[in-house]
């Protein structure tokens, strides 16, 4: 019972091979600088077709045959307000995700890339898509529709669709086991924080809120995002800066965030050293970060009207100790003892696996 798992991302393409019978990954990998100079590798054709390579070549192949494969999961960031759960993959389905390019340009090319390249080197297995996007599905419409005229909504679907579903999804059903509760009476909130970062509040096991909105670009301050600001922010810039709508955009995506507000760097490790050694806008870049944690926290245990337990998960909520400190630090004497701050690696691939497994088993 052999579910491969492809995540493909603008430059990578990362795989897990896992065994359904035991839970555990058998193999995993990454192709990076997919399309870059000197790569080796132009396109996700050939990093699918490398990731073949590898299972079934060497001494000891993982594969005797593609056949072993019963099928195949693919994370697709954005399925809009066509998905709310995991499906198999037909033309329908590709069309929509080809639909939502506008709103993920970034990342829905490489997942229908993956998609049909393994429709050739895979023949015959069947595939998966599972959508970012969808935990979020049961998110109400006063806390997805954004305040500009409605007609805009009816027309483009502009509304709050927000990511990182899967690791929210995830993480509060490994909270529910350490909790010992069922997940259908709980109140939680999930922080995944790394490179990008979103907080979900999960009520009772739905999603009623979350950061990001229309794009990853609101809510918390990430690694090059800024998050929550004044729209008005735009123009202004735009104008004074003599900006295009482009650069605009790569401002606020890749210029922002932790490294602009730093001046030193995205990466949240080099942030603390910088901030031993003193450094004045490190410590201002920490602090905005961790503010609007605490922030969110207090305004989602409003939304849910209590709180049972916040969940840390990715890279820096899995690996910074000492954010989890501050605060606990910070919110004990507002939550009161009883609220849990639980860290849970989150292991996305791991659920697609799942997901993937369940609908083709169902099929079956």
Do not use: W
């Amino acid at each position: 019972m052999l579910i491969l798992v492809i995540n493909c991302g603008s430059s990578s393409a990362k795989y897990q091979l896992f065994n359904m019978n035991f839970g555990k990954a058998l193999a995993k990998g990454v192709i990076e600088r997919i399309g870059q100079k000197n790569s080796g590798c132009k396109n996700h054709y050939r990093a699918i077709a490398l990731i073949k390579e590898k299972l079934l070549s060497g001494r000891k192949p993982i594969l005797k045959s593609v056949g072993d494969i019963i099928g195949i999961g693919h994370r697709v960031v954005h399925g809009g307000e066509s998905f709310s759960e995991a499906v198999i993959i037909k033309k329908p389905v590709i069309k929509s995700i080809e639909k939502m390019i506008e709103l993920a340009p970034l990342h829905n090319p490489p997942a229908l890339s993956g998609i049909k390249a393994c429709s050739k080197l895979f023949p015959g297995i069947r595939q998966v898509a599972v959508f970012d996007t969808a935990f979020h599905q049961s998110i109400p419409p006063h806390a997805y529709i954004y305040g500009i005229p409605f007609g805009f909504y009816k027309k483009y679907k502009i509304r709050r669709y927000g990511f990182h579903g899967t690791s929210h999804r995830f993480v509060a059903n490994e909270a529910a086991k350490r909790l010992k509760k069922p997940l259908g009476k709980l109140k939680i909130i999930t922080a995944h924080l790394g490179n990008g970062c979103s907080m979900t509040a999960v009520l009772n096991g739905r999603s009623v809120d979350t950061t990001m909105g229309l794009t990853p670009l609101e809510g918390l301050l990430m690694g090059t995002r800024a998050g929550d600001m004044d729209p008005a922010i735009v123009p202004f810039l735009m104008k004074k800066e003599n900006l295009s709508v482009s650069k605009a955009e790569e401002l606020l995506n890749k210029e922002s965030g932790l490294l602009g507000v730093s001046g030193i760097s995205n990466d949240m490790r080099d942030i603390l050293c910088y901030i031993r050694k003193g450094k004045k806008r490190a410590r201002l870049a920490y602090d905005i970060f961790t503010y609007r944690i605490r922030k969110y926290i207090g305004a989602y245990a409003a939304v849910m009207k209590g709180l049972d337990a916040v969940i840390l998960t990715g890279g820096i909520g899995e690996n910074m100790p000492e954010l989890k400190r501050r605060l606990l630090g910070d919110l004990r004497p507002i939550l009161g003892t009883k609220i849990k701050f639980l860290t849970i690696p989150t292991n996305e691939e791991l659920l697609i696996a799942r997901d993937t497994y369940r609908l083709i088993k169902t099929k079956k």
